[in-house]
């Protein structure tokens, strides 16, 4: 029972950190270290901590179904239209190809340095370390675009040239734990001339493709001979994190209808000097 619990405290931290550009991976690694899982297999929570944001990932395509689905079904999506374009939307499949666009950069170094990064970076003191380099970056970014009309207002307006600058931000987040892959990604949009509502529509989108790609990698080099305690582990902490980002996500696209991300900034800037506290001071 008390790894359960641990599990939906892991689900909570990774509801709302996943969509709020703070680092999910970032703050779940750092719970790891103060509420470990007991009774559960070497390279575990290495998977369990990826593997848990399907979730969060399940709760856009829940919010965001009419967004991201690219085929007509019902006769009024297809009225008045004729061949493939009865049946497909276009302009949304466009979107998804500039999305696979977008995650070539860190699927290509995934996959090929994944466990490099891991054994490199995974620690409170980079972590730390990201975290307020990040903060520092959207209140800089923030500062500097305030003022200034965004460039493009629409999804539809997204260039490929566009997907690609904002894969190589996304890319910094794959290497550096804490950087946070929605707040890489929400940086490089803004730095572009993106609107904060469209940088954060895309990098919701862009999670599911990169997160079911990740969760999968993981899975493989984990095994699937889970114990019954990591199979309860993992199906409750992704339940509880699919539900809290479901709030998380309405609560986000809300406040940043008048709001800018430099409170996440300097939460980030906090979150970070307090981690470098604790890891270099109390818990030697």
Request: proline share 3%; net charge positive.
């Amino acid at each position: 029972m008390l790894e359960i619990i641990k599990a939906i405290i892991y689900g909570i931290v990774e509801g709302i950190t996943e969509w709020l550009p703070i680092s999910s991976t970032g703050h779940l690694i750092l719970v790891e270290k103060l509420i470990p899982f007991n009774g559960t297999s070497e390279g575990f929570f290495d998977m369990f901590d990826v593997v848990i944001q399907l979730g969060a990932i399940l709760a856009v395509v829940v919010l965001f179904w009419n967004q991201i689905w690219p085929f007509a079904l019902t006769e009024k999506e297809r009225e008045g239209k004729s061949g493939a374009a009865a049946f497909i939307k276009m302009d949304i499949m466009t979107l998804w190809f500039k999305i696979l666009v977008s995650c070539v950069p860190a699927a290509i170094v995934g996959v090929l340095f994944d466990e490099v990064f891991e054994r490199l970076f995974y620690n409170p003191v980079c972590i730390a370390l990201a975290l307020i380099i990040f903060g520092i970056a959207f209140i800089a970014v923030e500062n500097w675009n305030k003022g200034r009309k965004p460039k493009v207002r629409r999804l539809s307006e997204i260039t490929y040239q566009t997907a690609v600058i904002i894969g190589l931000f996304q890319l910094i987040a794959a290497i550096f734990p804490g950087t946070s892959r929605s707040g890489a990604t929400i940086v490089g949009a803004l730095l572009i001339g993106v609107s904060r509502k469209v940088a954060a529509e895309y990098t919701f989108f862009l999670a599911i493709p990169v997160m079911f790609g990740a969760s999968l990698l993981k899975i493989v080099k984990f095994g699937f001979n889970f114990t019954g305690l990591e199979m309860a582990v993992l199906l409750v902490g992704t339940v509880v994190a699919f539900l809290v980002s479901l709030f998380v996500l309405r609560f986000l696209m809300s406040y940043i209808k008048k709001h800018d991300f430099k409170a996440f900034g300097w939460y980030r800037i906090g979150l970070g000097i307090v981690v470098l506290l604790y890891f270099g001071l109390i818990a030697q």
